[in-house]
């Protein structure tokens, strides 16, 4: 784990752990890969809801499963926003693997936040409001940071 994250008490409820930062944090740090165990099996991925699909082209899809704390690295604590606008992260997948993108200032003590969709945040349990908003752009950086 970068050393200007830490790992606490979410303030998602019933989130358990969230990422916190101990400084400010620009946009378009990019940090990653996620890590955890791949599966081709999606109800089994969905079970402890730790995983992200994995999508290739003209193949089936995988999950990496960071459910497994000793096959997955903090970015498994990283939690969903409760709506939208609350999210800090851009979660995007390259070269077969998820990265996550800051795509909103994080100041020191918020937590690391990104939006899983509705559909997805629904089927968590997360609370998603409707709101009207520009949809942020996926792409990394020309010269990204990668933690």
């Not at 996620?34 to 999606?42: F, K, N, R, V």
């Not at 604590?77 to 077969?96: D, K, W």
């Not at 936040?113 to 996926?138: A, C, D, F, R």
């Amino acid at each position: 784990m970068p050393a200007f994250f830490e790992i606490r008490a979410s303030k998602i409820p019933k989130a358990g752990l969230g990422v916190f930062s101990k400084v400010d944090v620009p946009i378009g740090l990019v940090f990653g890969p996620y890590q955890g165990l791949l599966l081709t099996d999606s109800k089994e991925a969905d079970q402890q809801g730790y995983s992200w699909e994995l999508r290739l082209e003209g193949k089936p899809s995988k999950y990496v499963d960071g459910s497994n704390r000793y096959y997955a690295n903090w970015m498994r604590f990283i939690n969903s926003s409760r709506f939208e606008s609350e999210q800090n992260l851009i979660a995007f997948q390259y070269n077969g693997s998820v990265y996550y993108r800051v795509f909103r200032p994080i100041n020191e003590g918020d937590e690391l936040l990104v939006w899983y969709g509705k559909k997805y945040g629904e089927s968590l349990g997360v609370l998603s409001v409707t709101q009207k908003s520009k949809k942020p752009i996926l792409p990394i950086s020309k010269n990204p940071f990668v933690l």
